[in-house]
């Protein structure tokens, strides 16, 4: 026997709603893999940039050049700057095509990264986490935040930083070319960024009001159509389907807001734009009357003042999928730094032929930071015994149930499997030893066969078909179009509560667990099926310890001994014939059982 483990209690995982400061790091780490890629890209960006910038400066050197040259019977210059400019847009463009294409690439990486990381954290995670972070909330971590985080990627960091880049080329070359005129650019620049500024600010705020808006349409709809039943039980269509329209409204609303908003700001940033190549074009017209400037560098001032402003449009623009990539990135981050409060063991003990010896020595346990729910439990369970668990709803049965399998760790005793703490055994050795059935009977999609050898993906189909005829499924099965291939989904076949009862009996039966925990296994099937459910029971649990929750007297008669648990403490203890003759709690279930099987016949 090894000594029992401390009973190790992780801390407590960071709060789920403290996501601040969390996105940098974690985008540092998922980018870190294609650094190479992004400084490839990051060259491309400027070459390319550095080319289609350069097309105003070819032009204004092809007119106040090449054209005298021209006129002189010289065409050389003029083919010179005419190829230079073509070559120009060529590689510009090919460029630019490279960029989208290593984009792509790198935040298809990345985005693989992601996926595969909260895959992984949320199978990591233990029933505790689950039961406190919803499914919903895992799924919209996969999908929405990481489609929020896709568009970034795809699209807005290069947006970003190609239209950055041309503004401080554009303006660098302006300024180069014609000071005066990269003046007046400059200026203009003072209200473009102010406007900018502004649009930031307040799409910020349209943003995270459609973003509540939104989740109260959404919530509102899922939450119908759930309850579809009692809606159309009640009559109740009417009023939601006013309260949903008076929710669509108000996302109406917010929505004709944030499109006001980009209306804005497209018309005062057009008009700065236009202003601006205006002015522009005021003074070095003056300025060309006077000889001060020639005409070619007038036509490049004017094309660089027109291209300015529309890169600004989009750094402004950016703001919005940014936002929303960086509320994903702290979501997705809040996710991946929680840690399990269930540790592998620092040295695990091997347990490869385990007996089904069961003990729970003085356990007391309680949910995350709640109270105690089981106290100072204390019950040894030898071998190849049957042991059913009852009491009333709350009693602490199912968690009595969720320790053996160790779904959750004891706050003070041990769990101990053939003498040694569940808490020390090897995970391996552990879930092959203990199997857990519930009442759900959760089908993957897939085969029935592949449905039956989840715990043994090994197993060979006669084994499959063995399992089966162990627990009765396997004449059910052989009435499906493919028998045992038969897909297990609407395009299949749908199973009722019983059958799909007596698959996961048969899934438990093949992969053979000395251990086999029961939770309410049999609470929602009816009378015929519970009947064929009891007689699969009766094949599965022989030969093997098993630790049976259940309401039904049925199932708990055939046991070999009872545990009745009330207010997290075991108050009887015997077999079912001993608990009845001894006229406690026991003996008043089993009169009521009795009472309501004479009703019915």
Avoid: C
Wanted: aromatic content about 6%; hydrophobic content about 50%.
């Amino acid at each position: 026997m090894s000594t029992a483990a401390a009973p190790t209690q992780a801390a407590r995982p960071a709060d789920l709603d403290d996501e601040r400061g969390q996105s940098l790091p974690l985008l540092r780490s998922v980018l870190r893999p294609v650094r190479s890629r992004v400084w490839l890209l990051v060259l491309l960006v400027v070459v390319s940039q550095a080319a289609v910038v350069a097309g105003p400066a070819l032009v204004a050197v092809g007119i106040d050049t090449g054209l005298p040259a021209l006129r002189d019977g010289d065409a050389v210059p003029l083919v010179l700057v005419g190829g230079g400019y073509l070559l120009a847009a060529l590689v510009g463009g090919l460029l630019s095509a490279a960029v989208v294409r290593q984009s792509a690439a790198a935040s298809q990486t990345v985005l693989l990264d992601l996926r595969r990381r909260v895959f992984r954290q949320t199978q990591r995670l233990d029933l505790e986490f689950h039961e406190r972070y919803t499914s919903g909330r895992v799924i919209s971590r996969q999908t929405s935040d990481i489609e929020a985080v896709r568009d970034l990627l795809d699209s807005g960091v290069t947006v970003l930083a190609t239209s950055a880049l041309s503004m401080v080329l554009t303006a660098v070359s302006l300024v180069v070319l014609d000071g005066p005129s990269g003046a007046v650019l400059l200026v203009a620049v003072v209200p473009g960024v102010l406007l900018t500024r502004w649009f930031q600010r307040r799409s910020q705020e349209q943003y995270r009001r459609t973003r509540v808006v939104a989740a109260r349409v959404i919530v509102a709809f899922v939450e119908t159509m759930t309850g579809v039943r009692a809606v159309q039980a009640f009559r109740r269509e009417r009023r939601s389907a006013a309260a949903y329209a008076a929710l669509t409204e108000d996302y109406r609303a917010v929505q004709d807001q944030a499109i006001r908003v980009n209306g804005v700001f497209d018309l005062w940033l057009t008009m700065i734009g236009n202003v601006t190549v205006a002015v522009v074009l005021l003074v070095g017209g003056l300025r060309v009357l006077d000889g001060a400037l020639d005409v070619g560098v007038l036509v490049a001032a004017v094309l660089y003042a027109r291209r300015f402003f529309t890169p600004l449009r989009d750094v402004g623009m950016f703001y919005n999928s940014f936002q929303s990539a960086q509320a994903a990135l702290e979501k997705l981050a809040s996710l991946l730094a929680q840690e399990p409060r269930l540790t592998d063991p620092a040295h695990p003990v091997p347990l490869p032929h385990p007996m089904g010896g069961l003990e729970l020595d003085h356990v007391t346990f309680g949910y995350a930071d709640g109270p105690d729910v089981l106290h100072d439990v204390h019950v040894s369970i030898p071998a190849g015994q049957t042991v059913a668990l009852v009491g009333s709803t709350g009693a602490g049965k199912s968690t009595v149930a969720k320790l053996v399998a160790r779904f959750y760790d004891v706050r003070r005793g041990a769990v101990r499997l053939d003498g040694v703490d569940v808490r020390s055994v090897a995970p391996g050795d552990l879930r092959r030893a203990i199997v857990m059935v519930t009442q759900e009977a959760y089908l993957f999609s897939g085969s029935v066969a592949e449905n039956i050898a989840v715990g043994r993906p090994d197993a060979t189909r006669a084994e499959i078909e063995a399992a089966g005829r162990a627990v009765g499924v396997h004449d059910l099965v052989m009435t499906f179009p493919q028998g045992y291939d038969t897909p297990v989904d609407s395009r299949g076949v749908r199973l009722s509560a019983g059958q799909r009862q007596l698959v996961s009996f048969a899934r438990a039966f093949l992969a053979d667990p000395a251990v086999l925990v029961l939770d309410e296994a049999t609470s929602s099937l009816d009378v015929p099926g519970e009947q064929h459910v009891q007689e699969a029971l009766e094949r599965l649990l022989a030969d093997r310890t098993a630790v049976v929750v259940a309401h039904r007297l049925s199932t708990v008669m055939t046991a070999d001994r009872v545990l009745v648990v009330e207010g997290g403490r075991v108050v009887e203890d015997g077999s079912p014939a001993e608990l009845v003759a001894r006229g406690g709690r026991f003996a008043r279930l089993h009169e009521d059982w009795q009472a309501s099987i004479s009703a019915a016949v």
